[in-house]
């Protein structure tokens, strides 16, 4: 290929995906179905339509961009959640008043489904996958458990204390309400 053939090529491509992605993925998009072509060069050559052909490796590329950019955004807010329980719970266990020591007993204070399903993936740190698999359960329906004993252990945790948190959802303090119930919900 020519350079004034190439600077046409590369140009028409790099505004195909511009258009697709975010400017800050294009360079690493186009990169990729560069590779993808010098890689299957012999199946490009051999199509009834070469600029179809590559065009279709573009889009390929592009789907396989968004569909790791969707998994690792799940992958970080998984990690980010982790590392919150993580923060509460390396709170001293000897100190009474923890909350540490507060988020078993109220974890196992919520109603069968939502207790067990906590308790595997939150304190025992089992990927709710291999939990669904232990249990019995569809992953959509471990991942729906997990999502509802969630949004309980909170109204229980608040019920229970005054938690400050940061913008971004870490807690800050904490401070046990004196007419609050017990932490394991009786």
């Given at each position: 290929m020519n350079d004034?053939?190439?600077?046409?090529?590369?140009?028409?491509l790099r505004a195909y995906v511009r258009r697709r992605v975010t400017i800050s993925a294009?360079?690493?998009?186009?990169?990729?179905?560069?590779?993808?072509l010098v890689r299957s060069q012999d199946k490009m050559e051999g199509a009834k339509n070469s600029t179809a052909w590559i065009y279709r490796v573009a889009a390929n590329v592009i789907t396989d961009h968004y569909r790791k950019s969707a998994s690792e955004k799940r992958l970080l807010e998984d990690v980010e959640l982790e590392t919150r329980v993580m923060d509460i719970s390396e709170e001293p266990a000897d100190d009474p008043t923890s909350?540490?020591?507060c988020l078993i007993p109220m974890i196992r204070?919520?109603?069968?489904?939502?207790?067990q399903a906590l308790m595997l993936t939150e304190i025992d740190g089992i990927s709710q996958v291999a939990a669904a698999k232990q249990l019995?359960?569809?992953?959509?329906?471990?991942?729906?458990r997990v999502q509802r004993g969630r949004q309980k252990l909170k109204v229980t945790l608040l019920r229970c204390c005054d938690v400050e948190l940061n913008r971004r959802g870490d807690v800050l303090d904490y401070n046990t309400r004196d007419d609050s119930a017990r932490c394991d919900g009786t």
């Open positions: 004034m053939v190439w600077s046409v090529f590369e140009k028409k294009v360079d690493d998009v186009v990169s990729e179905i560069l590779l993808h909350l540490a020591s204070g919520l109603p069968a489904p939502y207790d019995g359960l569809s992953v959509s329906g471990m991942k729906s």
